[in-house]
């Protein structure tokens, strides 16, 4: 396989830069042009828009434990949101990441409350999380089904495996580092800044590294972009839905142990906002649900308006109702721009 063949599906300039030399008396597509470049900018471009209306709208928004705040949010959903938008991108959807956030705040309150070491504990959690994603990869293969019905189905095992494991325990407990870690006034060593912002900056450069940088992350846009050539073209399509869903699956761990922070006592629930959240995240940011185009650094963009848009409806006073519809709006408005881009437009 050629690297050429899957980085034609990403975010590139090419069908712009040959749709602008064409002749100056084609105003059809100088207009294209122009309308893919400002979608392609609509989320950088909301990002500061939110942000500015925050602070003019809700007191006192303009300060350090705000801005934390803000930024804490917006990690947690940026993670869960990073496996699904490569399984996105490869052409499936993980409907397991709430599930799995779920087991692992069961497994790091009940088992170091049990007096496991954490090292052991995480071990444990790594190895069932990649075990959940490579089951789902490898089903949705074997089965020949779409990996929505096979992640669904995985959550709801997932799902009742917490249940039965919390069997309604409401004891727990987690290390004082993991609390602070996701608290406002949490440090990472000297830095004044929680360390769940650091693994999310650090998570956001390898995610945009690996997708872009690396044979499996250009083969996972091949076999977004078209199932059936990227396997005509050698594409081991089999081991990228493997590896992208074990990292979804790794992410939501990792949310799950952060989640576990916050309150320390076992919740089987505690990932059920992120069913659909992971992928609002993603649409937003300008990730085609059809796979082979977008990238993380849309997608990192995406869960910053989501979180800015959510704290500035709840500090303006809406409902979560509101919320919720507000959401809705944007995510019809965004995608109904972002599919009149020249990539998506062309391939559909």
Known sequence: MTDSTPVAATDGPSETSRAARQPAGAPNNLTAVVAANFTSALPYILVPVLFILSVIFIPGYFSKSSIISLLILSSLLGLSSLGQ???????????SIPAVIGLSDIIVTQLYYQHWSLPLIFLAIAALA??????????SVLLRVHSLITTFGMSLIVS????????GATSGLVPGW???????????????????????????????????????????YALGANAVAARLATVRSTWVQVVVFSVSALCAAMVGIFLAGYSGIPDPTVGEPYFFQTITAVVIGGTSLLGGRGGYLRTVLGALIVAELTTLLVGVGFNASFQELALGILVILLTSSYGRELKVAAKI
């Open 130 to 139: 990649i075990l959940i994603g490579t089951i789902s990869a490898v089903a």
């Open 85 to 95: 938008t490569m399984t996105i991108v490869a052409g499936g959807i993980d409907l």
């Open 160 to 167: 009742g495996v917490a249940l039965e494991w919390s069997n």
């Open 178 to 220: 993991l609390t602070s870690s996701v608290s406002v006034i949490g440090k990472t060593g000297p830095i004044p800044i929680p360390a769940i912002i650091i693994v999310w900056a650090v998570g956001s450069v390898l995610a945009v590294l690996f997708m872009n940088r690396t044979r499996i992350g250009r083969e996972t």
